[in-house]
């Protein structure tokens, strides 16, 4: 089995809060993993090795994935549409300076940099690359139906996580009575 749909970004736009609350709901299937990063890292890994990752998942419930660095890959786009046709794409954005500061900072607390936030947008020119959705949407686009895609915002669920959730149950066809105890 394969995905139904696939949370393709942005980072640090809540796709960990939404891979979480889709993770409990009784009509989905989430990867054991995160990331796979498939589309972007391991695709000559091959479809066999992608769908290991969904192969505990049962008949009655859809599969899904969330890797936030699909959204600004050159391949995945067209990596996705070939192997995942009719795939639902979620994508969460976020003001673009909120989120390039919050992947800033998310490095330095990880010691994965430890220069100022100036010289990070002069020597780490992909954190600035990833919140330049417009681009990334386009590319998206030409391979998708817009009908396939959710696109949703960050700040929408800072101010009403029910409300936000529910969009998304709606777009993937899910009962959308149904609320994680942990919301």
């Given amino acids: 089995m394969l995905p139904y749909f696939i949370g393709i970004g942005a980072p640090r736009c809540g796709t960990t809060w939404i891979y979480e609350m889709l993770k409990q709901h ?7 993993e995160k990331e796979i990063n498939f589309f972007n890292n391991f695709f000559d890994k091959g479809i066999e ?6 192969a505990k998942c049962s008949e ?7 890797s936030p660095l699909y959204l600004a890959n050159h391949m995945a786009p067209q990596r996705i549409k070939q ?9 969460s954005l976020r003001n673009p300076v909120e989120q390039v500061l919050s992947r800033y900072r998310y490095m330095v607390m990880r010691q994965m940099y430890n220069k100022t936030f100036e010289e990070a ?3 780490q020119p992909h954190i600035l690359n990833e ?5 990334h949407l386009e590319r998206y686009l ?3 139906e817009k009908s396939q895609m959710l696109i949703l915002v960050y700040e929408d669920l800072e101010k009403d996580p029910r409300k936000f959730l529910i969009k998304i149950y709606d777009f993937l066809g899910l009962d959308n009575s149904f609320m994680p105890a942990n919301i």
């Fill in 131 to 135: 919140a330049l959705y417009c681009q």
């Fill in 142 to 144: 030409t391979h998708f």
């Fill in 60 to 66: 009655n419930v859809i599969a899904g994935e969330f």
């Fill in 49 to 54: 090795w992608y769908g290991q990752f969904f």
């Fill in 26 to 32: 009784p009509q989905v299937f989430m990867s054991p």
């Fill in 83 to 91: 192997v995942l046709p009719n795939v639902k794409l979620i994508v």
């Fill in 121 to 123: 947008l002069k020597e």
